[in-house]
């Protein structure tokens, strides 16, 4: 229904294979939707699938768009 932490939820989820089987493809899907809707850490995360061509082909152009945004947004990583 457009909940952007569900959506980022079950990306999480299909890209480390927790619950759900590992699709590292079906989860940038989800992270896209979710960035579209202004999600900054699902930007991150599609930025850096992008980067490292986890489920999309990859593209460096594009995965620094997604970074950029989610750092315009005050999201440059996740805690350690």
Do not use: C, H
């Not at 202004?38 to 970074?67: I, N």
């Amino acid at each position: 229904a457009g909940d952007v932490r569900a959506q980022r939820a079950i990306g999480l989820m299909l890209q480390n294979g927790v619950l759900l089987p590992r699709s590292p493809d079906a989860a940038a899907g989800w992270f896209y939707e979710a960035a579209l809707r202004g999600d900054a850490q699902s930007m991150y995360l599609l930025g850096k699938a992008f980067e490292e061509g986890q489920g999309v082909d990859r593209d460096s152009r594009l995965g620094a768009y997604w970074l950029n945004r989610a750092a315009e947004e005050g999201y440059t990583s996740p805690a350690p």
